[in-house]
């Protein structure tokens, strides 16, 4: 059985910085696709930034140059460093892994195991 578990959202003021966290239970991390999603109220669910298991990462225009992915292997722990957050990223952020290979990181429907989400709030 496979678990995600995220941490670290919370309320900021527009320019300001989070990082989120998601600790991965019950299966070799090391050899997971990964990724960051978001959903705001009324809006669809959207790929936010992904990381293979080989480093590889994508990110939606939306972010790059102001979120960075990363993971520690030993720890189990992906993370999601914000920065310049702004009101637009306001959101519920989830973290999704899958075993199989050749994932679409920005994809959700290629992501089997998800988190219970955390939420952002960026505030004007």
């Known amino acids: 059985q496979v678990q995600l578990v995220e941490s670290g959202g919370d309320s900021v003021q527009a320019g300001g910085s989070l990082t989120l966290s998601c600790g991965v239970f019950?299966?070799?991390?090391?050899?997971?696709?990964m990724g960051w999603f978001r959903q705001a109220p009324g809006k669809e669910r959207e790929g936010v930034a992904g990381?293979?298991?080989?480093?590889?990462?994508s990110y939606a225009d939306s972010v790059k140059g102001r979120f960075t992915i990363s993971r520690d292997k030993v720890k189990n722990t992906l993370y999601l460093q914000m920065n310049s957050l702004k009101p637009e990223d306001t959101a519920m952020y989830y973290c999704?892994?899958?075993?199989?290979?050749?994932?679409?990181?920005?994809?959700?429907?290629?992501?089997?195991?998800w988190g219970q989400g955390t939420q952002v709030t960026v505030s004007s």
């Open positions: 999704a892994a899958d075993f199989r290979s050749s994932r679409r990181l920005l994809r959700g429907s290629d992501f089997a195991y």
């Open positions: 990381i293979d298991s080989d480093g590889s990462t």
């Open positions: 019950g299966y070799a991390y090391s050899r997971a696709s």
